[in-house]
Nanobody, 122 residues
Framework: QVQLVESGGGSVQSGGSLRLSCAAS????????MGWFRQAPGKAREGVAS?????GGTYYADSVKGRFTISKDNTLYLQMNSLEPGDTAMYYC??????????????????WGQGTQVTVSS
C-alpha cells in the first residue's frame, strides 16, 4: 500500500523560502510520476509541479516557473523560493503508477498525502 507523508510547511514572509518533503512508502512504480499540488480556501486543487520517476523529466505550472524546483531521491522535494502571498495554500504530494504523458491534473494521480500548510505573509 502506497503511503505519502508531507512535511516542511510553515509560515514565511513574502520573498522567503521553504522546502517541502514527501516521504513515500510502498511506491515501486519505476515508470510512474509524482507531483505537488496545492489548494487554497475556496479554490480548486491545482498542479504545481510533476516529475517522471525514470528520467527525472519535470513539469511546472506557469505561476511557479523559475521559483519552485521539484526533485527526488528517496524522498520527493519541492524547493520554493521567492514566495508570494498568492502561494498560500495546503500543499499535497501525489503519485501515480504509469502514464505515457506527464500527468498534471489531480484526477491523474491515485495516491495522495494529507497535506502541509504553507502561509506567506506580505
Amino acid at each position: 500500500q502506497v503511503q505519502l507523508v508531507e512535511s516542511g510547511g510553515g509560515s514565511v514572509q513574502s520573498g522567503g523560502s521553504l522546502r517541502l518533503s514527501c516521504a513515500a512508502s510502498g511506491y515501486t512504480y519505476t515508470y510512474g510520476s509524482m507531483g505537488w499540488f496545492r489548494q487554497a480556501p475556496g479554490k480548486a486543487r491545482e498542479g504545481v509541479a510533476s516529475i517522471y520517476i525514470y528520467n527525472g523529466g519535470t513539469y511546472y505550472a506557469d505561476s511557479v516557473k523559475g521559483r519552485f524546483t521539484i526533485s527526488k531521491d528517496n524522498t520527493l522535494y519541492l524547493q520554493m523560493n521567492s514566495l508570494e502571498p498568492g502561494d498560500t495554500a495546503m500543499y499535497y504530494c501525489a503519485a501515480e503508477e504509469a502514464r505515457a504523458t506527464m500527468p498534471t491534473m489531480p484526477d491523474q494521480f491515485g495516491y495522495w498525502g494529507q497535506g502541509t500548510q504553507v502561509t506567506v505573509s506580505s
